[in-house]
Structures are given as structure tokens and as C-alpha cells.
């Protein structure tokens, strides 16, 4: 991760009263959540991103 996003965490997580790690374990669950999206536009694109790693399933800090 690049010093100028983790400082945008940073930023992020003071605003909301969380953790830099959960600001990016919601931007994760955000965009997990988009890939699931059923329109076929959406699908199209997501098939088309090269992704690595596993997805997971994970609660949200920020909107509790």
C-alpha cells in the first residue's frame, strides 16, 4: 500500500472514530458486495478484472 492511501485511511478512520484497517476491511466488503451485483453490465466487467486472493465476508465498522 502506497503512503499516500494509507494516510487517506488514516484520514478516513479519525473521521469515523475506527481504524485504518477497518476503513479498508469496509472498502473490501464494498466492493465484494458490488461484485455480486446481477446486472449483466456489472457481471461483464467483474469477469473481466484480474483479481487474486480469496473473498471473504466480513462486518462492516463504519455503518453499524
Given amino acids: 500500500m502506497n503512503e499516500a492511501f494509507a494516510e487517506l485511511l488514516a484520514m478516513v478512520a479519525k ?35 484480474p483479481r487474486k486472493g480469496k473473498n471473504r465476508r466480513r462486518r462492516s465498522s463504519l455503518h453499524t
Avoid: N
Wanted: avoid cysteine; charged fraction near 35%.
Fill in 15 to 49: 473521521e469515523h472514530g475506527v481504524t485504518a484497517e477497518e476503513v479498508y476491511r469496509d472498502i473490501e466488503i464494498a466492493i465484494e458486495d458490488a461484485m455480486q451485483s446481477t446486472d449483466p453490465e456489472a457481471q461483464r466487467m467483474w469477469a473481466e478484472m
